[in-house]
């Protein structure tokens, strides 16, 4: 299998590049084509070894679009698969591209939906498919036993390429722009200047650079190191067999791929290649990767397998009796969440990285370059980055024991369902809130997000909180609808530690965070502000509250995985010279969020001081007593009624905790998790960045225009753009959508129409138990035209779930309290 590349650069290096791109597997090589596409020159590739010699070598090679829920991949995919297929031709280099299609196979009900709610998906995104009856799979694929199956979902434009070929073929076409790639050149090391790397060191001499790519495969977490960033990934072991030629195998048979079964089949020079995804994975190289790993493979373990290797025999009866013409076991990285590590990374401000492909890289592989190369050309990207930015991966991420036992389960986790809200199983309990054991005791479900643990739901008295997957009400409906109800008419408390706060404080704090904040935060000591953080085209960086905490100290509180690219826009927008100072004290303080109508009686309760409406107005900031604490209440609400969040030094956590527990018995306190918020939150239409908003929105589109100070002195970041948009007119607007069926359940990536006619897709949906009916929130376009209120207003509008439209309303005003009654009161 292993194969040098025909062409390789022996000369000398040069002293300087524009960009050094490290790594020559799928991933280094289509970004140096990217780039050179861009018109970019001065461009250099370095690899240690020969070009693919890393992971890229030994892939499978399926290349498909048709299975991602999220609109970035589905876009990265759909592009590879367009640019593979035309390769060859641009290039002279053969690209092993074949078009065969591919069948996924649905054997459960619940299979059954998800792959009718991703397809939809996709499809709208320009990839199509066809679902299939057991009968027409058969038909297709003529070895495989259908008779158990639902359905199978055929998508004729994916297919499989040779990855050693695609990769040659770009890297033919990254010469062909001017390129120089440099194999057997091992990068050591990085000069420095502050937050720049100035300057690669190789075992060939050192290159000054003005952008370093760190495209290193598993090799990216060192490589990460050396220059003092975080890249958290762990090799783990992936498994093949290779059958000698069976009849009825031949070269345009679709590629067929059986999640319930955990496999893969697709032709391999007339024999069948059988791949595995096996729910209990092998962390591979703890101890560092060999240093003389090229072209590698791993001593496989085919025991562990065989149970897989079995039920694909029962798929495929003709498996039985095939001689083996390979076993195959190679490393391939993966990350704690199953996302690649995309773009700038936070700690520097030249320094990229593309790395963690979750065993995507070839069929992401294409797109991943060129949104690699738009991001370094521009500064910011073009696609929602989500989910995909390193900025996300916080350093705990990245110790062995975290890496080592997560890993055990992102294989598996690949191909199971994809249910909502699924959480992982392994390497839990890692980041636990002060109030944690009193939760559990109350009986929460915790999930997890960025490594904390948080309160879902909690189930009554009585009941294990054991949570039950489903597409439809899941077990903990009726519990997270009585934490909804108790917001609404009563009170709850939920533990919100899992915001990310950061204090700004200096003298010119105030002139820096208002550049860089679109509203104004140039208020009275004691005022907190809603705002976004924009770039200079005027899409959304952060969002977030700003609270004047003194003269010259400001606290910001935003999302839990965002804290690192918060602190990183910070120091980025702050002159280093500035008299303000940028500090991460989401650890110094617990948070519990006291909501609901009857929030100012309980806390009044308890504190001496006045909560009245006239003496602690909305958006306001008041230290006041909780038992012998001192706490930082902040009235503010992510759920539509009158509140308190309360910012508690954490070693007090615990007795304000039991101070507020107790003296909630008369109140009729109750619990609430994370599921609770998300139903409020999306009644009220308040945004979740990351869920209905990321950095390709503006503030004006997503109707949070209102959070925008165009007027306010010195202007900010984004301002001109914003202004041009408003000339020019809304591209879409984001309205709120409750279905009039009470029963079908919204999630993420539903179809929107308008008058019949495809014009956006749910961001986010959950049931409201107010409103009585699912809700959510999408973009709605109009063919590339401006989008006015009228328009939005005067349409008719479906959601299309899982294959059936349901009729639905549509406002741009909340639809829960437009009037802000029940917040101000
Ligand atoms: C068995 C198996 C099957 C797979 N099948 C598929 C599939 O069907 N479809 C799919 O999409 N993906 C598949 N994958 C995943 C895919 O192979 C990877 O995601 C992809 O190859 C990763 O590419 P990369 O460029 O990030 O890493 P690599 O290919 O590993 O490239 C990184 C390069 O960096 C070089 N390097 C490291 N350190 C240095 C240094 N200090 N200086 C210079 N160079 C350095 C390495 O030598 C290496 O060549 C599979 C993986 C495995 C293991």
Not at 682 to 711: H, M, Q
């Amino acid at each position: 299998m292993a194969k040098q590349s025909d062409e390789k650069t022996k000369g000398k290096l040069p002293g300087e590049a524009r960009v050094v791109i490290i790594g020559g597997g799928i991933i280094g090589c289509s970004t140096a084509y990217h780039l050179a596409k861009l018109g970019w020159k001065d461009i250099v590739l370095l690899e240690r070894a020969q070009l693919t010699a890393g992971t890229t070598w030994h892939a499978a090679g399926l290349i498909e679009a048709g299975g991602f829920f999220d609109a970035t991949s589905v876009e990265m995919t759909r592009y590879t698969l367009e640019l593979y297929s035309q390769l060859e031709k641009e290039t002279g280099q053969s690209t092993g591209y074949k078009n065969v299609g591919m069948i996924t196979l649905a054997s459960t009900p619940d299979r059954l939906e998800e792959l009718r709610r991703i397809s939809a998906f996709g499809h709208e995104f320009g990839v199509p498919f066809e679902e299939l009856s057991p009968k027409q799979v058969k038909e297709l694929w003529p070895l495989a036993v259908t008779d158990d199956i639902q359905a199978g979902f055929y998508y004729p434009n994916d297919g499989r390429v040779n990855p050693i070929d695609v990769t040659m073929a770009l890297a033919k076409g990254a010469r062909m722009g001017g390129v120089q790639i440099f194999e057997e050149t091992s990068v050591l090391g990085f000069v420095k200047d502050d937050k720049t790397v100035t300057g690669v060191f190789t075992d060939r001499g050192e290159i000054q650079a003005e952008y370093v790519v760190n495209c290193g495969g598993m090799w990216a977490r060192e490589i990460g190191k050396l220059a003092g960033v975080n890249v958290p990934l762990q090799p783990v072991e992936h498994y093949y067999l290779i059958t000698e030629e069976l009849e009825g195998v031949h070269a345009d048979l679709p590629v067929l791929v059986d999640p319930d079964n955990y496999s893969y089949l697709r032709e391999e020079v007339g024999g069948i290649l059988l791949g595995v995804f096996e729910p209990v994975s092998g962390p591979w190289a703890l101890d560092g990767i060999p240093k003389d790993f090229t072209f590698g493979e791993i001593n496989p373990d085919w025991d562990r397998m065989m149970p897989y290797v079995e039920q694909a025999m029962k798929r495929v009866p003709a498996l039985k009796d095939a001689g083996i013409h390979k076993f195959f076991c190679g490393p391939e990285s993966f990350t704690p969440d199953l996302g690649p590590m995309m773009g700038l990374a936070p700690e520097l401000d030249n320094f990229y990285v593309a790395a963690g492909f979750n065993s995507l890289g070839i069929l992401t592989g294409g797109g991943a370059g060129k949104v690699m190369a738009q991001w370094i050309k521009d500064g910011v990207s073009d696609v929602d980055v989500t989910e995909i930015d390193i900025a996300r991966m916080l350093p705990f991420e990245n110790t062995p024991k975290y890496l080592k036992d997560r890993a055990v389960e992102l294989l598996g986790h690949m191909f199971e369902d994809a249910y909502p809200n699924k959480q992982f199983k392994r390497a839990r309990n890692v980041r636990k809130s002060a109030f944690y054991a009193r939760l559990a005791d109350a009986g929460a479900y915790f999930g997890q997000y960025a490594g904390m643990e948080y309160p879902d739901w909690f189930a009554p008295k009585g009941v294990k909180p054991k949570v039950e997957y489903s597409w439809g009400r899941q077990n903990w409906f009726e519990y997270s609808a009585a934490e909804h109800r108790a917001t609404r008419e009563n009170v709850t408390m939920l533990d919100y530690s899992v915001m990310g706060k950061v204090l700004v404080q200096g003298r010119d704090a105030e002139k820096y965070l208002n550049r860089i904040c679109a509203n104004n935060i140039a208020v009275p000591v004691g005022r907190c502000v809603y705002t976004q953080w924009c770039n200079e085209t005027g899409t959304i960086e952060a969002d977030l509250t700003v609270t004047r905490i003194a003269e010259d100290q400001f606290l910001i509180l935003s999302g839990d995985a965002t804290i690192t690219a918060v602190q990183a826009w910070l120091r980025r927008h702050i002159p280093s010279d500035a008299h303000a100072f940028i500090t991460n004290i989401s650890s110094a303080y617990s948070v519990l969020n006291i909501q609901g109508p009857k929030s100012r009686d309980f806390l009044s309760s308890i504190t001496h001081s006045d909560m009245s409406n006239e003496a602690f107005p909305y958006l306001t900031m008041q230290e006041i007593d909780i038992g012998y604490a001192l706490v930082k209440a902040i009235r503010v609400t992510y759920v539509g009624e009158l509140g308190w969040e309360l910012y508690i030094p954490t070693e007090f956590s615990s007795h304000v905790f039991d101070t507020l527990t107790e003296a909630g018995a008369d109140f009729v306190l109750k619990h609430m998790g994370l599921q609770a918020l998300n139903s409020l939150r999306l009644e009220k239409a308040y945004r979740d960045y990351g869920g209905d908003i990321d950095n390709t929105d503006t503030p004006l589109e997503v109707g949070l225009g209102y959070f925008v100070d165009f007027d306010k002195p010195g202007g900010f970041i984004g301002r001109d753009a914003l202004l041009r948009l408003k000339e020019s007119g809304l591209r879409y607007r984001m309205p709120q959508f409750l279905l009039e069926d009470p029963e079908p359940m919204l999630y993420y990536g539903e179809i929107i129409y308008r008058n019949g006619k495809p014009v956006g897709n749910i961001m986010s949906g959950g049931y409201g138990h107010t409103l009585g009916a699912s809700v959510g929130v999408g973009p709605v376009e109009n063919e590339g035209e401006p989008v006015t209120v009228d328009y939005i207003k005067s349409g008719s509008y479906e959601i299309d779930i899982a294959g059936v439209r349901y009729s639905a309303r549509v406002s741009l005003r909340p639809m829960y309290d437009p009037k802000l009654e029940r917040v101000r009161r």
